[in-house]
């Protein structure tokens, strides 16, 4: 029941607009890196970081050269924004 519960919640996180365009392996690596990043904070589930993280990484220009975690420092907005849709309070 918790794997089924578990697959649910990620195919409604992940299917709206903002997760419609495809990850390449550069993409996973910078989401990666932000999820081990994140481990470990308060009232982050691994869903919630990685929704976050997600978020995050497409918020962040294809261009950039900083990871997630050095981004969101100077974008406390779309940290905001995407804390507020991955459900971290």
Known sequence: MR???IA?????VFSGPAFAQKM???DLKWINQCISDNKGEEGGTPAI???YCICMNEKMDDSETRSVTEWEKSNPEAQKDCEKQAGWK
């Open 3 to 5: 794997k089924f519960a």
């Open 8 to 12: 649910t919640f990620c195919a409604l």
């Open 24 to 26: 390449n392996s550069d």
């Open 49 to 51: 970081i990685r929704a």
